[in-house]
């Protein structure tokens, strides 16, 4: 009986001596000086399945980290054996390497944080590839499948790096910022605005330079009435970026939506003082113009009126500023127009008087809209809007004076 056991015990010894034997090899053969990838893997992959190493934290921390290199490898003969999901693979061998390591050997823990860090690294390549090629698909991108596809690679980008505690390492967190911009992208063509939030907000936090964030968490907040957070990030960007002008042109657009008249104009005058760095004459005047339009909404026509008059100094055929203009007389007739239909029936004169006058506003509104229309050449994806805006004012404005449209046709072409 003795010897039987002596020879059970050896048997077992040779097998534990064995797997140990291919965790050596296999480690051997992944030293990037030699670079035999392809037998580390064969090596590896007996090791994690063989029962005296199968638990061992090590074994997987290796496989992982050999699965990665193989990944990494633009060799033919790796690329031959390399499985497409390896990034999968490593990160659920790092895994079951993390749960083994229960004495949290530091070795271990170094080998399972570098698989992190790469396999992070490449769902996040993938996802700009997915975003990318989603942009050149004909697909509607509620449709596309690549949008979705990025978000949730961006999303386990983003966790892979926060797992293995790399989020401070300074070239990590600008390639992060990058991922959740994108993410954040992928989110609002799709109109999954849950997701978009929980990538923009961090990118806020961070004092991120790219206006898109800003205005998209703007656009989501105000959809949910939400005018409190939406003025929180706004004041934000004014603070993060103030040398953007488009932060206080957003500032100044939620406060008014929010009927904070004060914050509004503050938010508009330092927008119209932050103008003059802007070297460009047809960008300044499109920018006082956009300005200008604020005022419009506020209902200071007389403000709105004299920055208009500002940007046609600057710019004398912009059709953005006739655009403008065009809007903010056919405001003050439907103002005035609205003051007479809410007078009491006995005072028709008054009721005729400010009638007379919404037309004269009417009428204005007409020639500014013409111009804006004669002067645009449609030669950007904004002017072309632009023009439509401007004959779409021009219909509204006859259909309020009952004149014929046959004058229009010339301008719908």
């Not at 026509?301 to 600057?314: P, Q, S």
């Not at 006995?346 to 500014?368: G, N, P, S």
Request: charged share 30%; net charge neutral.
């Amino acid at each position: 009986m003795k010897k039987i056991a002596v020879i059970i015990a050896l048997a077992a010894f040779a097998l534990s001596a064995s797997a140990q034997l291919r965790l050596d090899n296999a480690k051997n053969y992944a030293n990037p000086k030699k670079g035999y990838y392809d037998k580390a893997k064969i090596e590896i992959d007996a090791a994690c399945e063989d029962e005296s190493t199968k638990n061992n934290a090590e074994v997987w921390a290796w496989k992982g980290l050999i699965y990665c290199r193989l990944g990494e490898s633009d060799k033919p003969k790796h690329q031959k054996v390399t499985p497409a999901n390896w990034a999968d693979i490593a990160y659920e061998a790092a895994l079951k390497s993390k749960e083994l390591n229960t004495e949290k050997e530091a070795s271990i823990i170094d080998l399972n944080n570098a698989v992190f860090k790469t396999v992070a690294g490449r769902f996040i390549e993938e996802a700009y590839a997915d975003y990318e090629k989603a942009g050149e698909s004909n697909d509607t991108a509620v449709a596309n499948p690549l949008y979705k596809s990025c978000i949730a690679k961006v999303d386990k980008g983003v966790k892979i790096f926060q797992s293995a505690g790399a989020t401070n390492d300074k070239d990590i967190k600008a390639s992060l910022n990058y991922a959740r911009f994108i993410g954040g992208a992928a989110a609002r063509a799709i109109g999954d605005n849950k997701s978009c939030v929980k990538f923009y907000k961090p990118l806020v936090k961070a004092k991120y330079d790219k206006a898109y964030v800003y205005q998209s968490l703007v656009t989501i907040y105000l959809n949910d009435k939400d005018t409190v957070e939406a003025m929180k990030v706004a004041k934000t960007f004014t603070e993060n970026q103030p040398d953007d002008l488009s932060s206080y042109i957003l500032a100044a657009k939620v406060s008014a939506g929010a009927k904070n008249m004060d914050n509004a104009k503050s938010y508009a005058n330092k927008a119209i003082e932050k103008s003059a760095t802007i070297q460009d004459p047809a960008q300044r005047s499109n920018f006082l113009s956009s300005v200008a339009d604020i005022y419009t909404d506020m209902m200071d026509y007389e403000t709105a009126v004299k920055e208009f008059n500002h940007a046609l100094e600057i710019s004398p055929n912009n059709p953005m500023v006739y655009n403008g203009l065009g809007r903010l007389y056919f405001n003050k007739g439907f103002d005035i127009k609205q003051q007479a239909d809410a007078l009491p029936f006995d005072q028709t004169e008054k009721y005729d008087e400010l009638l007379a006058q919404a037309k004269v506003e009417f009428e204005e509104a007409i020639k500014m809209y013409k111009k804006s229309l004669d002067i645009n050449d449609k030669s950007t994806r904004e002017l072309v809007q632009r023009y439509a805006e401007a004959l779409r004012g021009l219909k509204h404005i006859y259909v309020s004076l009952n004149k014929p449209m046959d004058d229009l046709k010339v301008y719908e072409q």
